[in-house]
């Protein structure tokens, strides 16, 4: 079986590489950035693509997309990024399985194997949250009200809650209040959160 790797970090690469290579019967190859993982997936025709979201440049989302379009690899995302909303969104743009880089070894391996035989697989805990998520009714980016979303587009920009505030002719207390709601109903925690689902999202 023929696996790309595509992590910005070395050390994950190489952690993947020794777990995988333990398996037998895999060649594998390695990418750090997108450009390199699209024309790796052009010219190796990898059977399966480990790929992490959170990368520098087109970002993750986008990235899978093109990846899709330009071999007809499997491909498994493992990131760091847990949130239901990822992982939907993940899925939602070509992905077969999900993994967070907390999963244990041996659970990887199980994905890995799974999705290379044409099964999807999420990783067990994310799956119970995307039911548990799915059961609390949380939403799209495209339920957003249009205050919401130009919100979304001040925080990718760079501004703080208080510019947004000034930006919007609302109290500071107001434009806390409408990020915590955009988190509540996306299903995040944190503002980073929200940053880079709306980088994603090509919201700017």
Known sequence: MKILIIDDHAIIRDGLRR????EGGMQIREAADDRDALAQAA???????ILDLNLPGLGGIELLRRLTAVCAGRILILSMHAEPLYV?????AGAHGYMSKNAAPGELLTAVRRIAHGERYIEAEIAQALIL???????????????????????????SLSEIAAALGVSYKTAANSCAIIKSKLGVARTADLVRLAVDAGIS
């Open 19 to 22: 777990l995988l290579t333990a």
């Open 133 to 159: 998520n799915d059961n609390k009714g949380v939403e799209t980016l495209d339920a957003l009200k249009p205050r919401e979303i130009e919100i979304m587009r001040l925080l990718s920009g760079g501004s």
């Open 43 to 49: 010219a190796f025709h990898p059977d399966l693509l």
């Open 88 to 92: 939907r969104r993940a899925l939602e």
